[in-house]
């Protein structure tokens, strides 16, 4: 089991910046490609970012140039450095943690990331 825990939602203006981080506990956090995905209300969860054991990353276009996917795996933590926020990105944030090999796959609680015009 891996238990994931996000924080660093808030609300913020546009063009303003945030940094959601996700706490990972349990088996090897580096062994897994993690990732954050959002959803707004009435739409569907969709992928943001990833950023596999090896440390590759990809974005979302819509995020591609302002957020940025990183891993500290000595802390067992997953962050996501959010800039030039814009009212579209408003959305609950999720962390997730995917090991293909051994076929899990693990969600965090969600945080709220709410950005005013």
């Known amino acids: 089991q891996v238990q994931l825990v996000e924080s660093g939602g808030g609300l913020v203006q546009a063009g303003g910046s945030l940094r959601l981080s996700c706490a990972a506990s349990g088996r090897t956090f580096s062994s897994y490609a993690m990732g954050w995905f959002r959803q707004a209300p009435g739409k569907e969860r969709e992928f943001v970012a990833r950023i596999s054991n090896g440390g590759s990353t990809n974005y979302a276009d819509s995020v591609k140039g302002r957020f940025t996917i990183s891993r500290d795996n000595a802390k067992n933590t997953l962050y996501l450095q959010m800039n030039s926020l814009k009212p579209e990105d408003t959305a609950v944030y999720y962390c997730?943690?995917?090991?293909?090999?051994?076929?899990?796959?693990?969600w965090g609680q969600g945080t709220q990331v709410t950005v005013s015009s």
């Open positions: 997730n943690a995917n090991h293909v090999f051994l076929r899990e796959d693990y």
